[in-house]
């Protein structure tokens, strides 16, 4: 996270120290860094060159109005999974014409809005979508753009909730199935095959699942350019992965290091090299690597103990606020606001919700806190509030923007009134 460092003994993001927001907005909190989300996307926006194409933001990452808003002045586009994704894009000002919509279970009500207000591409994740899809627009006498959802069987070697392009993953078509759909769209007075498209998983860390796509996704485009199709683009997902482990690190050291897993100016090339004979556009859907190292989750430490050898430490925010530990094991690093000259300690972190499961870290070696002291879970930018939950009546954290000098309020924390919606 290149916008954190410490100067001395204090945390800061940007020009603001951590501890400050702290005192004045309580705990738990998000902060984001305004300059590293602009820095996020323009260096993935910049790897194209001048290659036609558009980098289409995954809102499920985080979709707070402020980021998109953010996103979308730079020119990003947009990917949705449903009907309030894609109210959110069109309200934060991304163009339809920008917008692809994915999803493994569209409901009609969204499939008719996406038709209507005439987004860039529906993705189709299964034969019988197609055939609701098309009967939708004959119904609205409209012609429906769509894109084929292809399941490569490309394994990203990933935690199992986070592999979607492996045969039997709940997501997409084979080969064979998209082959015949080429086919019979080409029948079809209310379709028009604008893309192919592919997602084959999130947090991936090596090139080759990416390379060995690419050629995959560049000869079912051109299968379907042979059949007379007019297609547009060629959409190879998100999924680009980060480094968690080393995400203070990369901030401390400030020498040009990186934490992302995989840098955008060596597969960009590799994709255009790919399908640059077929002429049509390139999208990509990045979500984690636009925003997850722009944000630290921070929270007070309420209470130690130890039971049997285990030290624990109980802070007060949970899997309310970031699942992703207790969803997939999920590392983030976790580090004080403020470095005393104390001892280290082994602890789990945990948070106060009534699960076992509700913990950031196990046997985690951190600076010796106490009651009062704030820790930060780093890169949690993505992921994070967007996966927030109001169990345990628990209202939802504030966000805040940080830009240089400046703190903006991106979303109010919730009350108690908030949740008892009688
Ligand atoms: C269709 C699609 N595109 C893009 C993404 C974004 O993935 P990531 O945040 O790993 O880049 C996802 C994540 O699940 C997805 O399902």
């Given at each position: 996270?290149?916008?954190?460092?410490?100067?001395?003994?204090?945390?800061?993001?940007?020009n603001?120290?951590?501890?400050e927001l702290?005192?004045e907005?309580?705990?738990?909190?998000?902060?984001?860094?305004?300059?590293?989300?602009?820095?996020?996307?323009?260096?993935?926006d910049?790897a194209?060159?001048?290659?036609?194409?558009?980098?289409?933001?995954?809102?499920?990452?985080n979709?707070?109005?402020?980021?998109?808003?953010?996103?979308?002045k730079?020119?990003a586009?947009?990917?949705?999974?449903?009907?309030?994704?894609?109210?959110?894009?069109?309200?934060?000002?991304?163009?339809?014409?920008k917008i692809?919509?994915?999803?493994v279970?569209?409901?009609?009500?969204d499939?008719?809005?996406?038709i209507?207000i005439?987004?860039?591409?529906?993705?189709?994740?299964?034969?019988?979508e197609y055939?609701v899809?098309?009967?939708?627009a004959?119904?609205?006498?409209?012609v429906a753009?769509?894109?084929l959802?292809?399941?490569?069987?490309i394994?990203?070697?990933?935690?199992p909730y986070?592999?979607?392009?492996?045969?039997?993953?709940k997501?997409?078509?084979?080969?064979?199935?998209a082959?015949s759909?080429?086919?019979?769209?080409?029948?079809?007075?209310y379709?028009?095959l604008v893309?192919?498209?592919?997602?084959i998983?999130?947090q991936?860390?090596?090139?080759?699942?990416?390379?060995?796509?690419?050629n995959?996704?560049?000869s079912?485009?051109?299968k379907?350019?042979d059949?007379?199709?007019?297609?547009?683009?060629?959409d190879?997902?998100?999924?680009?992965?980060?480094?968690?482990?080393?995400?203070?690190?990369?901030?401390?050291?400030?020498?040009?290091?990186?934490d992302?897993?995989?840098?955008?100016?060596k597969?960009i090339?590799?994709f255009?090299?790919?399908?640059?004979d077929?002429?049509?556009?390139?999208?990509i859907?990045?979500?984690?690597?636009?925003?997850?190292?722009t944000?630290?989750?921070?929270?007070?430490?309420?209470?130690?103990?130890k039971?049997?050898?285990?030290?624990?430490?109980?802070?007060?925010s949970?899997?309310?606020?970031?699942i992703?530990?207790?969803?997939y094991?999920?590392?983030h690093e976790?580090v004080?606001?403020?470095?005393r000259d104390a001892?280290?300690m082994v602890?789990?972190?945990?948070?106060?919700i009534?699960?076992?499961g509700?913990f950031f870290?196990?046997e985690?070696?951190?600076?010796?806190?106490?009651?009062?002291?704030?820790l930060a879970?780093?890169?949690?930018?993505?992921y994070g509030?967007s996966l927030a939950?109001?169990?345990?009546a628990?209202?939802k954290s504030?966000?805040?923007?940080?830009?240089g000098?400046r703190?903006?309020?991106i979303?109010e924390r919730?009350?108690?009134?908030?949740?008892?919606d009688?």
């Amino acid at each position: 996270m290149q916008c954190l460092h410490y100067d001395k003994t204090t945390l800061y993001m940007e020009n603001v120290a951590l501890s400050e927001l702290a005192n004045e907005f309580g705990t738990p909190l998000y902060a984001y860094s305004y300059n590293q989300i602009l820095a996020n996307y323009k260096r993935f926006d910049e790897a194209f060159g001048d290659y036609p194409h558009t980098v289409c933001y995954a809102l499920k990452a985080n979709s707070n109005p402020a980021i998109l808003r953010m996103l979308a002045k730079c020119g990003a586009g947009a990917d949705v999974v449903s009907g309030g994704e894609l109210f959110f894009a069109l309200e934060s000002g991304i163009k339809p014409e920008k917008i692809v919509f994915a999803g493994v279970g569209k409901r009609d009500i969204d499939i008719e809005a996406a038709i209507k207000i005439g987004v860039r591409g529906i993705n189709v994740e299964s034969e019988m979508e197609y055939e609701v899809i098309s009967d939708i627009a004959s119904r609205l006498n409209r012609v429906a753009p769509v894109s084929l959802r292809i399941n490569p069987d490309i394994d990203i070697h990933g935690h199992p909730y986070i592999a979607t392009g492996r045969h039997g993953d709940k997501f997409g078509i084979t080969r064979d199935i998209a082959l015949s759909l080429i086919e019979k769209i080409k029948q079809d007075n209310y379709c028009d095959l604008v893309g192919i498209h592919a997602h084959i998983g999130s947090q991936i860390k090596e090139m080759k699942p990416y390379t060995e796509l690419a050629n995959y996704m560049a000869s079912i485009a051109r299968k379907a350019l042979d059949t007379g199709h007019r297609l547009e683009y060629i959409d190879m997902g998100g999924g680009y992965g980060l480094d968690y482990e080393r995400a203070l690190s990369v901030g401390i050291n400030a020498r040009g290091d990186d934490d992302l897993a995989i840098d955008p100016a060596k597969i960009i090339p590799i994709f255009i090299e790919a399908i640059k004979d077929t002429g049509v556009q390139l999208i990509i859907e990045p979500g984690r690597a636009l925003v997850a190292n722009t944000g630290v989750l921070i929270t007070e430490v309420l209470y130690l103990k130890k039971t049997g050898n285990t030290n624990i430490v109980i802070v007060d925010s949970g899997m309310t606020e970031l699942i992703r530990p207790s969803l997939y094991s999920a590392y983030h690093e976790i580090v004080p606001l403020e470095i005393r000259d104390a001892e280290t300690m082994v602890a789990d972190v945990v948070g106060p919700i009534c699960e076992s499961g509700d913990f950031f870290a196990r046997e985690r070696k951190i600076q010796h806190v106490g009651r009062g002291d704030c820790l930060a879970v780093l890169t949690v930018g993505a992921y994070g509030y967007s996966l927030a939950s109001n169990y345990n009546a628990r209202p939802k954290s504030i966000e805040l923007l940080v830009r240089g000098k400046r703190v903006k309020v991106i979303r109010e924390r919730q009350s108690l009134e908030d949740l008892w919606d009688e």
